[in-house]
Protein backbone atom coordinates (compact mmCIF):
# COMPACT_ATOMS: atom_id res chain seq x y z
CA UNK A 1 0.00 0.00 0.00
CA UNK A 2 2.54 2.48 1.08
CA UNK A 3 3.92 1.67 -2.63
CA UNK A 4 0.96 2.92 -4.38
CA UNK A 5 0.54 6.08 -1.90
CA UNK A 6 4.18 6.78 -2.54
CA UNK A 7 3.53 6.62 -6.34
CA UNK A 8 0.60 8.35 -6.60
CA UNK A 9 1.99 11.22 -4.45
CA UNK A 10 4.89 11.04 -6.94
CA UNK A 11 2.73 11.50 -9.69
CA UNK A 12 0.86 14.39 -8.85
CA UNK A 13 4.34 15.97 -7.33
CA UNK A 14 5.79 15.71 -11.07
CA UNK A 15 2.45 17.10 -12.72
CA UNK A 16 2.86 19.80 -10.32
CA UNK A 17 5.75 21.06 -10.64
CA UNK A 18 6.00 20.84 -14.47
CA UNK A 19 3.21 23.17 -14.18
CA UNK A 20 4.92 25.45 -11.64
CA UNK A 21 7.34 24.95 -13.94
CA UNK A 22 5.84 26.11 -17.03
CA UNK A 23 4.50 28.73 -15.07
CA UNK A 24 7.55 30.39 -14.21
CA UNK A 25 8.64 30.07 -17.25
CA UNK A 26 5.70 32.00 -18.86
CA UNK A 27 6.04 34.83 -16.67
CA UNK A 28 9.75 35.07 -17.34
CA UNK A 29 9.17 34.66 -20.90
CA UNK A 30 9.05 38.56 -21.35
CA UNK A 31 12.63 39.18 -19.97
CA UNK A 32 14.45 36.93 -22.81
CA UNK A 33 13.13 39.22 -26.27
CA UNK A 34 16.57 38.50 -27.96
CA UNK A 35 16.39 34.76 -27.88
CA UNK A 36 15.97 32.84 -31.07
CA UNK A 37 12.62 30.59 -30.79
CA UNK A 38 14.75 27.78 -29.80
CA UNK A 39 16.16 29.47 -27.39
CA UNK A 40 12.65 30.37 -25.86
CA UNK A 41 12.07 26.73 -26.40
CA UNK A 42 14.94 25.64 -24.27
CA UNK A 43 13.71 28.14 -21.62
CA UNK A 44 10.67 26.31 -21.24
CA UNK A 45 11.74 23.04 -21.07
CA UNK A 46 14.30 23.87 -18.69
CA UNK A 47 12.33 25.39 -15.92
CA UNK A 48 9.22 22.32 -16.70
CA UNK A 49 12.07 19.78 -16.00
CA UNK A 50 13.42 21.65 -13.32
CA UNK A 51 10.22 21.68 -11.97
CA UNK A 52 9.75 18.24 -12.34
CA UNK A 53 12.85 17.00 -10.61
CA UNK A 54 12.16 19.32 -7.81
CA UNK A 55 8.68 17.29 -7.75
CA UNK A 56 10.33 13.79 -8.01
CA UNK A 57 12.65 14.95 -4.94
CA UNK A 58 10.15 16.46 -2.40
CA UNK A 59 7.46 13.43 -3.29
CA UNK A 60 9.36 10.80 -0.88
CA UNK A 61 9.51 13.00 1.78
CA UNK A 62 5.75 14.37 1.64
CA UNK A 63 4.70 10.62 1.15
CA UNK A 64 6.20 9.63 4.83
CA UNK A 65 5.02 12.93 6.11
CA UNK A 66 1.50 11.80 5.11
CA UNK A 67 1.79 7.96 5.78
CA UNK A 68 3.05 8.98 9.62
CA UNK A 69 -0.05 11.91 9.94
CA UNK A 70 -3.08 9.03 8.70
CA UNK A 71 -1.15 6.54 10.75
CA UNK A 72 -1.43 8.83 13.59
CA UNK A 73 -5.32 9.83 12.98
CA UNK A 74 -6.01 5.68 12.79
CA UNK A 75 -4.78 5.94 16.06
CA UNK A 76 -6.34 8.59 17.77
CA UNK A 77 -9.66 7.21 15.68
CA UNK A 78 -9.42 4.08 17.87
CA UNK A 79 -9.17 5.90 21.12
CA UNK A 80 -12.81 7.49 20.55
CA UNK A 81 -16.27 5.87 21.17
CA UNK A 82 -18.73 5.25 18.09
CA UNK A 83 -20.68 8.33 19.31
CA UNK A 84 -17.99 10.71 18.83
CA UNK A 85 -16.57 9.44 15.57
CA UNK A 86 -20.28 9.74 14.85
CA UNK A 87 -20.80 13.39 15.63
CA UNK A 88 -17.65 14.61 14.32
CA UNK A 89 -18.85 13.14 10.83
CA UNK A 90 -21.76 14.89 11.04
CA UNK A 91 -19.59 18.19 11.82
CA UNK A 92 -17.26 17.07 9.44
CA UNK A 93 -20.69 17.19 6.96
CA UNK A 94 -21.74 20.63 8.50
CA UNK A 95 -18.25 22.32 8.01
CA UNK A 96 -17.79 20.90 4.20
CA UNK A 97 -21.38 22.41 3.28
CA UNK A 98 -19.87 25.95 5.51
CA UNK A 99 -16.75 25.67 3.41
CA UNK A 100 -19.05 25.05 0.09
CA UNK A 101 -20.59 28.78 0.67
CA UNK A 102 -17.13 30.06 1.53
CA UNK A 103 -15.40 29.20 -1.55
CA UNK A 104 -18.39 30.37 -3.73
CA UNK A 105 -17.35 34.12 -2.30
CA UNK A 106 -13.52 33.08 -2.90
CA UNK A 107 -14.04 32.48 -6.12
CA UNK A 108 -15.34 36.01 -7.28
CA UNK A 109 -11.85 37.38 -6.10
CA UNK A 110 -9.58 37.79 -8.76
CA UNK A 111 -5.73 36.87 -7.71
CA UNK A 112 -4.53 37.13 -11.45
CA UNK A 113 -3.11 40.41 -10.93
CA UNK A 114 -0.65 38.34 -8.56
CA UNK A 115 2.63 37.87 -10.64
CA UNK A 116 3.51 34.34 -11.58
CA UNK A 117 1.81 32.35 -9.05
CA UNK A 118 -1.77 34.27 -9.12
CA UNK A 119 -3.64 31.48 -11.19
CA UNK A 120 -2.60 28.84 -8.19
CA UNK A 121 -3.57 31.38 -5.26
CA UNK A 122 -7.28 31.11 -5.52
CA UNK A 123 -7.47 27.09 -5.49
CA UNK A 124 -4.72 27.43 -2.69
CA UNK A 125 -6.84 29.71 -0.79
CA UNK A 126 -10.34 27.33 -1.31
CA UNK A 127 -7.88 24.32 -0.44
CA UNK A 128 -7.08 25.70 2.71
CA UNK A 129 -10.46 26.44 3.89
CA UNK A 130 -12.09 23.70 2.97
CA UNK A 131 -9.71 21.76 5.20
CA UNK A 132 -9.81 24.07 7.72
CA UNK A 133 -13.51 24.44 7.91
CA UNK A 134 -14.25 20.91 7.67
CA UNK A 135 -11.50 20.33 10.73
CA UNK A 136 -13.42 23.03 12.83
CA UNK A 137 -16.67 21.33 12.20
CA UNK A 138 -15.29 17.63 12.80
CA UNK A 139 -13.59 18.98 16.00
CA UNK A 140 -17.32 20.57 17.32
CA UNK A 141 -19.52 17.66 16.39
CA UNK A 142 -16.82 15.53 18.53
CA UNK A 143 -17.06 17.55 21.41
CA UNK A 144 -21.42 17.62 21.20
CA UNK A 145 -21.11 13.43 21.69
CA UNK A 146 -22.79 13.36 25.48
CA UNK A 147 -25.76 16.34 24.65
CA UNK A 148 -28.46 14.56 24.43
CA UNK A 149 -30.98 17.08 24.80
CA UNK A 150 -30.93 21.30 24.95
CA UNK A 151 -32.11 21.33 28.35
CA UNK A 152 -29.57 18.61 29.74
CA UNK A 153 -26.95 21.28 28.21
CA UNK A 154 -28.24 23.65 30.19
CA UNK A 155 -28.64 21.87 33.46
CA UNK A 156 -25.06 20.45 33.52
CA UNK A 157 -22.77 21.83 30.31
CA UNK A 158 -20.71 18.57 29.91
CA UNK A 159 -24.08 16.94 29.53
CA UNK A 160 -22.25 13.31 30.54
CA UNK A 161 -23.86 10.91 32.99
CA UNK A 162 -22.61 9.81 36.40
CA UNK A 163 -22.29 6.33 36.53
CA UNK A 164 -19.14 6.55 39.22
CA UNK A 165 -21.51 4.70 41.58
CA UNK A 166 -22.55 1.81 39.72
CA UNK A 167 -21.49 -1.81 40.55
CA UNK A 168 -19.88 -3.99 37.45
CA UNK A 169 -19.28 -7.59 37.52
CA UNK A 170 -16.82 -9.10 35.22
CA UNK A 171 -16.39 -12.35 33.79
CA UNK A 172 -12.94 -13.83 33.46
CA UNK A 173 -12.73 -14.00 30.26
CA UNK A 174 -13.06 -10.52 29.84
CA UNK A 175 -10.49 -10.19 32.32
CA UNK A 176 -8.30 -12.87 29.98
CA UNK A 177 -8.87 -10.59 27.27
CA UNK A 178 -7.77 -7.82 28.92
CA UNK A 179 -9.44 -5.20 26.61
CA UNK A 180 -11.38 -4.13 29.92
CA UNK A 181 -9.06 -1.70 31.15
CA UNK A 182 -8.72 0.58 27.45
CA UNK A 183 -12.11 0.80 28.21
CA UNK A 184 -12.66 2.16 31.40
CA UNK A 185 -9.26 4.26 30.33
CA UNK A 186 -11.89 5.77 27.51
CA UNK A 187 -13.77 7.08 30.29
CA UNK A 188 -16.99 5.24 28.54
CA UNK A 189 -17.52 2.72 31.54
CA UNK A 190 -16.77 4.22 34.79
CA UNK A 191 -17.66 2.80 38.51
CA UNK A 192 -16.58 -0.10 40.43
Keep these: MQKVVGMMFSFVFIIFGGLCGYSIALYTQGFYDTLSQMGRLTNFLSFILLG ?47 AF ?42 RLVFIHSFAELLQSGSGQRNWGDQHFVVDTSVIIDGRITEIVDTGFISGT
Design 101 to 142: FVNLALRQIDFSSIPAVGAYVGPFLIVISTIFLALIGSFFGS
Design 52 to 98: ILLGLTLAPTCTRLALKSVDAFAVSLQRLSVQEILMGSAGLLFGLII
